[in-house]
């Protein structure tokens, strides 16, 4: 199994699932409260890695019926529901970075010159 690395570390800090790299605990709620834990972490000596709370679910289905969880070494994972939630999270963090920009320019008192 790879590792837990600096850039799932990276990753969780910034409110990012490193299973399917949409947003903790979802898109809809952004860091309002915890993730999921793994289930790859559970009763084991490593470091919990939190996830996004459909990954949470999807992990114990996938469990469930086929025995086993999609390893580490193979996240982020490639699904139609990890892509979308990918994608929705990308222009979440877009907007709020744009919305963080107008407020800086704000306090600045400088405008664009167009």
């Not at 790299?21 to 999921?36: C, F, T, W």
């Not at 709370?53 to 019926?65: K, L, R």
């Not at 529901?81 to 008192?109: H, P, T, V």
């Amino acid at each position: 199994m790879k590792p837990f690395n600096k850039i799932h570390s990276k990753q969780i800090d910034m409110g990012v699932c490193p299973r399917c790299e949409g947003l903790i605990p979802s898109n809809e709620h952004h860091k309002q409260y915890m993730g999921a834990i793994s289930r790859l972490t559970r009763d084991t000596h490593s470091k919990p890695i939190e996830i996004c709370s459909d990954c949470g679910t999807e992990e114990g289905m996938q469990e469930h019926f086929e025995g086993f969880a999609t390893p580490i070494k193979d996240w982020p994972i490639m699904t139609s529901n990890a892509i979308k939630r990918r994608s929705d999270a990308f222009y979440i963090l877009m907007e709020w970075q744009q919305k963080i920009d107008q407020l800086e320019d704000d306090e600045d008192g400088t405008e664009e010159p167009f």
